[in-house]
């Protein structure tokens, strides 16, 4: 069984720019959700698709961050604009809608944004 | 959600038995016990869960007394590939099995040669 990818692996963008992040879950995981790190930080809860549905999007930043998935399949995060502090690893991670234990989720390799 | 503490950071010699405590006083009826290992350029991987007494599979044990307000995460026989930030957190059944993770600091885990 594949496991969560995530595209691209790595991103270098200039402050401004747009950039846009790919998060494939494992196939028939109807939750999907993004996290991010900051450098120094503790992984933080960014939002929560249920199939494609928003099911809490209170770790979103701020309005330059968008997320979508629509079809409930794969999902997209978008920056735009890139702030400085938006350089961090993001992570996806996917679980099943009767996932067997609490908190059980399979996290993606990451995304590691680089804002310059 | 019940806070956890957990040491920074712990060194070992390859082959040793290594015991990561947490610490979670104020953990309620319903929430387990969770435990996750990132490996360097990674994401966090799930590798045990418990809510009372001892859990055990193939990676790791997690020892919880009684009292539920700490627990250890025991590898057994560790080696260079064991290095890794470990998370502790606990779940609240009670808020669904799909919530979202709220991860702590870690514990960063060096295993020396």
């Known amino acids: 069984e594949a496991g969560v990818t995530q595209f691209p692996s790595h991103s270098v963008i200039e402050k401004g720019q747009t950039v846009t992040l790919r998060c494939d879950p494992i196939?028939?995981?109807?939750?999907l959700y993004w996290y991010r790190r900051v450098m120094g930080k503790e992984i933080k809860f960014l939002l929560h698709?249920?199939?494609?549905?928003?099911?809490?999007e209170s770790g979103m930043p701020n309005n330059r961050f968008l997320a979508e998935r629509t079809g409930g399949t794969y999902s997209t995060l978008k920056v735009q604009p890139a702030e400085l502090e938006d350089s961090g690893v993001y992570f996806c991670?996917?679980?099943?809608?009767?996932?067997?234990?609490?908190?059980?989720?399979?996290f993606g390799p990451g995304t590691r944004l680089t804002v310059t | 959600l019940a806070k956890t503490t957990q040491p920074i950071s712990m060194d070992s010699y390859e082959g040793q038995e290594v015991n990561i405590t947490c610490s979670h006083n104020?953990?309620?009826?319903?929430?387990?016990i969770t435990w996750y290992q990132q490996f360097p350029s990674q994401g966090p991987r799930f590798i045990i869960q418990?809510?009372?007494t001892k859990v055990t599979n193939e990676v790791a044990s997690l020892f919880i007394p009684a009292d539920r307000k700490s627990s250890t995460l025991s590898l057994p026989r560790v080696s260079l590939s064991d290095t890794a930030v470990y998370y502790c957190?606990?779940?609240?059944?009670?808020?669904?099995?799909?919530?979202?993770?709220?991860f702590g600091k870690g514990t960063r885990l060096h295993i020396l040669p």
């Open positions: 991670a996917s679980s099943p809608w009767t996932s067997g234990k609490i908190n059980e989720q399979y």
């Open positions: 104020n953990i309620a009826t319903n929430d387990y």
């Open positions: 196939s028939g995981h109807d939750n």
């Open positions: 698709f249920v199939k494609e549905s928003k099911q809490d």
């Open positions: 418990g809510y009372k």
């Open positions: 957190l606990v779940g609240d059944r009670a808020r669904g099995r799909d919530d979202k993770i709220i």
